[in-house]
């Protein structure tokens, strides 16, 4: 059952100067994304920082409102909705509390003047799930069921975040996004900020939420080899646009945009005896929103570029079946 | 059986040794304390660790947060305030102990002999001025050249790691410029004074993975030029596996396995390496768990007694929840403090 799904989604952010704060530019942060998730999908996001993996996680949810294009949300009785311009007031309190979010860095978001038990039935409060006398009482057993569904134990829940560690903050958070049962997370770098021995943790808890809820994700990150591990699908930003698309594993066997692969060769080879990095041919780094540039975003840097390249922008092509990218060289 | 590897392994090292026959010894860490008084009790983020640095190597120390591998390259800086912090142990220089150095001749060693590039090149730098003055100041405090054969020097050096443009880029400040283009900029401040030790502190965690890739190519090709040491510290130990010769890996605040690089990673002994090692997000999980390592790595102020990864170790045995294991060394230049080696056992 389809969950959301976008046409051409665009963000363009205004840059402001002057006295009288003029646009005087626009950062192009996302450029006609299409993307569609159903029921116990995961889809991952992949990209270096500046691609607009953030600003399409958080324009779906509706943090940003986007500049052009239409995102749809199916509710549960499979109605659907076009939410680009502003919610239905009917419509918002079942999309808020079906679509949640879980952010990079637990340090930051988690209020540290709330205890656990405060910060876990938020949410439960906010959309009312508990009601009558014996709501207290209900909710504080919802957070403690929570609480072990997340690996900690029940006591926790008088203590405040600073008592805890990076990986127990980042429990804390998914514990706080999957009180409500959502349909679909959305993961922003949820494991960049925690140390290596713990990252595996967290993934394997996300993993078994997952099959038990059967949620849809959205899993946002810089890091392939973690996206390859969560994902069915797996898009790959450069500047704003998605340039490849496909299912995680026909990405990483047969990675057809140039950039994807430059990507995949920079991945260090965790092998001393096989060093890698000298091998790594992209040079450059990538240009600013800002002032894109012409055709293909990627041909400044493109090993492989033709001459159409800085005057078309290439559409998307399908390779292989379900397998897309948007470049020249697919139509030689 | 061991005894056999072990004389294979001295061979190897004899033959080593007769090839490159001048190792030279540039730094030499013994016995480094660096505790911290903290309201929750004193902070042992550095705890009596050894390890030295021969010239032209790269040593990488590799661990997670916490263990104390920051802690000990602002030691060897000097960079520690002390008191209220306390500093013991010995940083033998050249001919002399840097512990205890004075002030007044710490800033001789550093920034010249020694010098450091930090994880964050947008917060290293000062905002208000311009690259290229900042690049000036370290020429003025350190090298014998006036204003005009300084730039010209700074210029060259900007030119020799590739920087397209040095001579414009030399008056843009940094908010002009990319991560990854100041984090050469970095490099480049490093190089000015010709330094005998680099400490890279994460240098590429910052960065993006194509970027990271140009910035450790160039370390390598400047470590190959000058044949200069670079202690490189990190958590990834993908990027070790890249550019270092020997690693370091500490927990809490110990070092818990020396070994050159291809031995650690082919065959890591202490439990809290193998699983690091086994923590790498493989492609062939797919579809499976991911094997890692339980629990969580402990606060400075809390650390285990004996073996401090022992809460967290699958083959901890009840000598190590008492006493700390010292030293092993199954194979020539691979030691490992853990107790399971115990008696020339091999796990």
Known sequence: MKILSTRNLKKYFPIRSGVFLQVSGWVRALENVNTEIGQGETIGIVGESGCGKSTLGRTIVKIHEPTSGSITYCDPSGASHDISKGIDRRVEPVFRKDVQMIFQNPFDSLDPRMTIRDTIREPLQTHRLFAGRKATKAMDERVAELLMKVGLYPEYAQRYPHEFSGGQRQRIAIARSISVNPRLLICDEPTSALDVSV??????????????????????????????????????MYLGNVVESAPATELFDNPAHPYTQALMSAIPSWNPKDRKLGQVKLEGEPPSPINPPSGCPFHPRCPHRLANCSKVKPGMAEVSEGHFSACHLHRV | MTGAIGHEHELEYEREREREPERERILTVRNLKTYFPTPEGIVRAVDDVSFHLDRGEVLALVGESGCGKSVSAH????????????????????????????????????????????????????????????????????????????????????????????????????????????????????????????????????????????????????????????????????????????????????????????????????????????????REYKGKDLPYIEGHVPRAYEFPEGCRFHPRCPKAVAKCKEIPPPEFEPAQGHTVACWLLEGGHNR
């Open chain 1, 199 to 236: 990252q595996s943790q967290i993934i394997n808890l996300l993993r078994d939420i997952q099959r038990e809820t059967n949620m849809a994700l959205i899993f946002i990150s810089h890091n392939l080899d973690v996206v390859h591990h969560m994902s069915d699908r797996i898009m790959v």
């Open chain 2, 75 to 282: 030691s060897i800086l000097g960079l520690i305030k002390a008191p209220p912090a306390k500093v013991e142990g010995e940083i033998v220089f050249g001919d002399r102990n840097l512990i205890g150095l004075a002030e007044k001749e710490y800033r001789h060693v550093r920034g010249k002999q020694i010098s450091m590039i930090f994880q964050e090149p947008m917060s290293a730098f000062d905002p208000l001025y311009t690259v290229g003055h900042q690049l000036m100041e370290v020429a003025k405090a350190h090298m014998p050249w006036d204003e005009s054969q300084a730039k010209e020097r700074i210029i060259d050096t900007l030119k020799s790691i590739h920087i397209p443009e040095p001579e414009k880029r030399y008056d843009e400040y940094p908010h002009e410029m990319s991560g990854g283009m100041l984090q050469r900029i970095m490099i480049a401040m490093t190089l000015i004074t010709s330094p005998d030790i680099i400490i890279a502190d994460e240098p590429t965690t910052a960065l993006d993975v194509t970027i990271q890739a140009q910035v450790l190519n160039l370390m390598q090709d400047l470590q190959n030029q000058y044949r200069g040491s670079i202690i490189f510290i990190t958590h990834d130990l993908g990027t070790v596996a890249e550019i270092a010769d020997r690693v370091h890996v500490m927990y809490a605040g110990k070092i818990v396995e020396k070994a050159p690089v291809v031995e650690l990673f082919a065959s890591p002994i202490h439990p809290y390496t193998a699983g690091l090692l086994t923590s790498r997000v493989r």
